[in-house]
T-cell receptor, first 116, second 112 residues
Framework: SAVISQKPSRDICQRGTSLTIQCQVD?????MFWYRQQPGQSLTLIAT?????????ESGFVIDKFPISRPNLTFSTLTVSNMSPEDSSIYLC?????????????FGPGTRLTVL | DQQVKQNSPSLSVQEGRISILNCDYT??????FLWYKKYPAEGPTFLIS?????DKNEDGRFTVFLNKSAKHLSLHIVPSQPGDSAVYFC???????????FGTGTRLKVLA
């Protein structure tokens, strides 16, 4: 499986500021995704990071709040903009890899964000 | 509307016994199901998967069962080990997409 790293692993931020999270994969992958896991909740897909084009956002998530970059097939960033305490979550990068006729999804270690 | 449900938030099992984690879903358009294990401060780790055309998949101590008519999925771990203590998530893929819907997780504690 792909090895996925994220930076930072955790951060504590002030309300109104922005944080950019980096995701690096050790191999080229077609599909990269960003998820959020709020306390006590399941993982929720924020967006699909598309290489060379704008990210595809899920319902309830917008580009102004969560701008995403994907400059190549191994790297992506997610920015959490104008943060509020409600943005306190674990943010996870994930990729898909093909296994037989199916695509399995693998996750990075996550970034634990606390907004004061 | 929670399309994938894990109704047991926690489960305790004695070491060596069987752990059974359950997952129910409502969307008949799901075609592929995965189980993940998550330790604190780590990302989810892929465990085992099953396609909707099968009813069982086995990998070592882990077996996943799928009952399509009941829209029910279960993960069996036997024998359970203390290192299995973690939060387990089931996830279902919407057919024709790369999109997965996750359950809320079940915290498994294996007692030595």
């Amino acid at each position: 499986s792909a090895v996925i790293s994220q930076k930072p692993s955790r951060d504590i931020c002030q309300r109104g500021t922005s944080l950019t999270i980096q995701c690096q994969v050790d191999s080229q992958v077609t599909m990269m995704f960003w998820y959020r896991q709020q306390p006590g909740q399941s993982l929720t897909l924020i967006a699909t990071a598309n290489q060379g084009s704008e990210a595809t956002y899920e319902s309830g998530f917008v580009i102004d709040k969560f701008p995403i970059s994907r400059p190549n097939l191994t790297f992506s960033t997610l920015t959490v903009s104008n943060m509020s305490p409600e943005d306190s979550s674990i943010y996870l990068c994930s990729v898909t890899q093909t296994s037989g006729s199916y695509n399995e999804q693998f996750f990075g270690p996550g970034t634990r964000l606390t907004v004061l | 509307d929670q399309q994938v449900k894990q109704n047991s938030p926690s489960l305790s099992v004695q070491e060596g016994r069987i752990s059974i984690l359950n997952c129910d879903y409502t969307n008949s358009m799901f075609d592929y199901f995965l189980w993940y294990k998550k330790y604190p401060a780590e990302g989810p780790t892929f465990l085992i998967s099953i396609s909707s055309i099968k009813d069982k998949n086995e990998d070592g101590r882990f077996t996943v069962f799928l009952n399509k008519s009941a829209k029910h999925l279960s993960l069996h771990i036997v024998p359970s080990q203390p290192g299995d203590s973690a939060v387990y998530f089931c996830a279902a893929r919407i057919s024709g997409t790369y999109k997965y819907i996750f359950g809320t997780g079940t915290r498994l504690k294996v007692l030595a």
